[in-house]
């Protein structure tokens, strides 16, 4: 339902996986970002300009969705693993972790890259990821739609669709704005993390 209500469409395949595609990446339909926000791709030597994704991959980079394999390769029909959408969803809400240490001891942390240790702890201890039953959290393998939805669905705590005065006193998470003249009262710029949206401005903090 939270999802709904944030214009992700819901019509699809839970167990599939996720490709670097945007019309599987559901970040930008999550946020809502503005579709002016892009980003220059002519360094990428694998993206075609016409593509029919262009657009929406540009809008990826352009909020830090999504970065290349390197600085001239994106590989748009790669899949995306569960490592490299918990960086992802790191840069997109900017969370840190009080502690470097994992809450959760994963039996094949020495699976997940460098580059990715980070990511994966924070989001762990702050309860948007769990692992398997296992105490396995499969970093190499390609992220489901299903498993996307679900962190989002624990890291968003509220969404703001109407102009007005909001108490943020006891909301703990991401929350995302969809209106103009908002107010968020008794705010911790820490706590929760504001992710202003398609109409943000004038956004003001109390």
Same mark, same amino acid.
């Given at each position: 339902?939270?999802?709904?209500?944030?214009?992700?469409?819901?019509?699809?395949?839970?167990?599939?996986?996720?490709?670097?595609?945007?019309?599987?990446?559901?970040?930008?339909?999550?946020?809502?970002?503005?579709?002016?926000?892009?980003?220059?791709? &002519? &360094?990428?030597?694998?993206? =075609?300009?016409?593509?029919?994704?262009?657009?929406?991959?540009?809008?990826?980079?352009?909020?830090?969705?999504?970065?290349?394999?390197?600085?001239?390769?994106?590989?748009?029909?790669?899949?995306?693993?569960?490592? =490299?959408?918990?960086?992802?969803?790191?840069?997109?809400? =900017?969370?840190?972790?009080? &502690?470097?240490?994992?809450?959760?001891?994963?039996?094949?942390?020495?699976?997940?890259?460098?580059?990715?240790?980070?990511?994966?702890?924070?989001?762990?201890?702050?309860?948007?990821?769990?692992?398997?039953?296992?105490?396995?959290?499969?970093?190499?393998?390609?992220?489901?739609?299903?498993?996307?939805?679900?962190?989002?669905?624990?890291?968003?705590?509220?969404?703001?669709?109407?102009?007005?005065?909001?108490?943020?006193?006891?909301?703990?998470?991401?929350?995302?704005?969809?209106?103009?003249?908002?107010?968020?009262?008794?705010?911790?710029? =820490?706590?929760?993390?504001?992710? &202003?949206?398609?109409?943000?401005?004038?956004?003001?903090?109390?």
């Amino acid at each position: 339902t939270l999802l709904k209500n944030i214009g992700l469409n819901l019509n699809l395949a839970p167990v599939s996986d996720v490709s670097v595609n945007p019309s599987d990446f559901i970040y930008n339909r999550a946020f809502g970002y503005d579709a002016e926000k892009t980003a220059d791709l &002519s &360094s990428y030597k694998d993206i =075609e300009k016409n593509a029919w994704y262009y657009n929406a991959l540009s809008r990826a980079v352009a909020m830090d969705a999504m970065q290349g394999y390197s600085s001239s390769e994106m590989r748009p029909n790669a899949f995306i693993t569960r490592q =490299e959408a918990m960086v992802s969803l790191e840069r997109i809400f =900017e969370v840190v972790s009080k &502690s470097s240490k994992s809450s959760i001891e994963y039996k094949d942390a020495d699976q997940i890259a460098s580059w990715a240790e980070s990511a994966i702890t924070t989001l762990t201890n702050k309860g948007y990821v769990n692992g398997y039953e296992d105490l396995t959290v499969r970093p190499k393998n390609n992220i489901t739609r299903a498993e996307i939805c679900k962190i989002l669905d624990k890291a968003i705590a509220k969404i703001i669709r109407k102009s007005g005065e909001y108490d943020m006193t006891d909301v703990k998470g991401s929350v995302i704005v969809l209106a103009n003249d908002v107010t968020l009262k008794n705010a911790n710029l =820490e706590k929760p993390k504001c992710l &202003s949206t398609t109409a943000p401005f004038p956004l003001e903090y109390r």
